[in-house]
C-alpha cells in the first residue's frame, strides 16, 4: 500500500511540474541570444534552430571558416560573429560588436554559454600545468569572463544565462581538466544564480550525458592521449602496463563512450530552447539516458561505489 502511495505522489509531482514547464514568454521575434561556440555540435544546431523560431541569434565562432559557413545558413535576423573564450581581448571586441547589433532600447535576452574542448585522457602525472590550464581557459575561465563582461547587457535585457556543463560536473571520469573545469562551472552556476536573482535573470545549468559530437570523436578524445604516450619515458609505459595495457584501456573506455553516446543531439539543442523560452524554466537539465538512468544516481552513491566502478586496473 505505502509503495503505490508512493508511486501516485511521485506521478503527481511530475506531472504538476510538467504541465509548470510548458507555458513559454511571449514575443520571441523581439529577443536576442549570444551563443557561444557555435563552429559545430549543439552550439551550431542551436542557432540555426533558434533562428527559425524567430530569435534575433548572435553566433559566436571560433575560425573564420565557421563563421562564413554558419552564417550563410541563418536568415538577415541573425548574425555570426568570432569570439575566442578564452582571449579577454577577443571576448571585448565580441561585446563591442553585440552592442552595435542590439538596439539601444534592447538588452540581451540570452547567453548560452556552450564553448568548450575536451580534457586529456590517461593518469595526471602525464599531463603539465599547462595542458590543464588549457581546458580551464577554455571550459571555466572562458566562460566566467564572457559572463562577466555580457552581465550587464544581460541585467537590461532581465533575461536568461545558459551554461553548458556536462553530466562530468557530477562524475568524475578519469582524466586531466574536463572534470574540473565542469564541476567549476556547476559551482559557478549556482553561485550567480542566487546573486543575479534581484536582477530578474535566470540561470540554468545543461548537464548532457554523452552525445555523438565532435567533442566525444574518437579522434579528439584519443589522438592526444596517444601523441603524449609516445612521449612517454620506456620507464613511465612500463610502470603503467606497458603498450598492450594502453591499447586494451583504450579499446575498453572507445566501446564505453560508443555505447553510452546518443546521436539524438536534439535532446540537448531542445533542452537549451527550453531554457531560454519557457516562462518557468528549470534550473538544471539533465539530458540523456545514460545521464538521468547512470551518472546522476551514481553522484548521489558514496565514493566507495564510484571509486570501484571507475577505478584503473
Not at 568548450?116 to 569572463?145: P, Q
Not at 578519469?174 to 544564480?193: L, N, Q, T, W
Not at 603498450?243 to 537549451?272: C, H, P, Y
Amino acid at each position: 500500500m505505502i509503495l503505490y502511495i508512493f508511486i501516485g505522489v511521485c506521478s503527481l509531482i511530475w506531472l504538476v511540474e510538467f504541465l509548470f514547464r510548458i507555458p513559454k514568454i511571449s514575443n520571441l521575434s523581439n529577443k536576442y541570444v549570444l551563443i557561444t561556440g557555435c563552429d559545430s555540435g549543439f552550439g551550431n544546431e542551436l542557432a540555426i534552430q533558434l533562428d527559425g523560431k524567430g530569435m534575433h541569434v548572435i553566433a559566436s565562432c571560433l575560425t573564420e571558416k565557421a563563421r562564413h559557413e554558419l552564417g550563410s545558413s541563418l536568415s538577415r535576423r541573425s548574425s555570426a560573429i568570432l569570439m575566442n573564450v578564452a582571449d579577454h581581448g577577443s571576448v571585448q571586441e565580441a561585446l563591442n560588436k553585440v552592442r552595435e547589433i542590439i538596439p539601444k532600447s534592447e538588452g540581451l535576452w540570452g547567453l548560452v554559454n556552450n564553448a568548450g574542448i575536451t580534457g586529456y585522457g590517461g593518469a595526471m602525472e602525464w599531463w603539465s600545468r599547462d595542458e590543464y590550464k588549457r581546458v580551464l581557459d577554455v571550459n571555466l575561465f572562458g566562460l566566467i569572463d564572457v559572463t562577466k563582461v555580457f552581465t550587464p547587457m544581460l541585467k537590461q535585457g532581465r533575461g536568461r544565462i545558459v551554461n553548458v556543463a556536462s553530466i562530468c560536473g557530477r562524475v568524475v571520469i578519469p582524466e586531466a581538466g574536463y572534470c574540473i573545469s565542469k564541476f567549476g562551472v556547476e559551482c559557478f552556476s549556482d553561485e550567480i544564480r542566487v546573486q543575479l536573482k534581484a536582477f530578474g535573470l535566470s540561470v540554468c545549468i545543461i548537464e548532457p550525458g554523452f552525445f555523438k559530437t565532435a567533442i566525444a570523436d574518437d579522434g579528439n578524445v584519443f589522438a592526444p592521449v596517444r601523441a603524449k604516450w609516445a612521449e612517454l619515458s620506456p620507464e613511465t609505459r612500463h610502470e603503467f602496463g606497458g603498450q598492450e595495457a594502453f591499447e586494451s584501456k583504450i579499446a575498453k573506455v572507445s566501446k564505453s563512450l560508443d555505447s553510452l553516446a546518443s546521436r539524438n543531439t536534439g535532446k540537448v539543442v531542445n533542452a537549451m530552447e527550453h531554457a531560454l523560452t519557457a516562462k518557468y524554466p528549470k534550473k538544471r537539465y539533465s539530458v540523456g539516458y545514460d545521464a538521468k538512468l547512470y551518472f546522476i544516481p551514481l553522484s548521489y552513491m558514496p565514493s566507495v561505489v564510484t571509486d570501484f566502478l571507475f577505478r584503473d586496473d
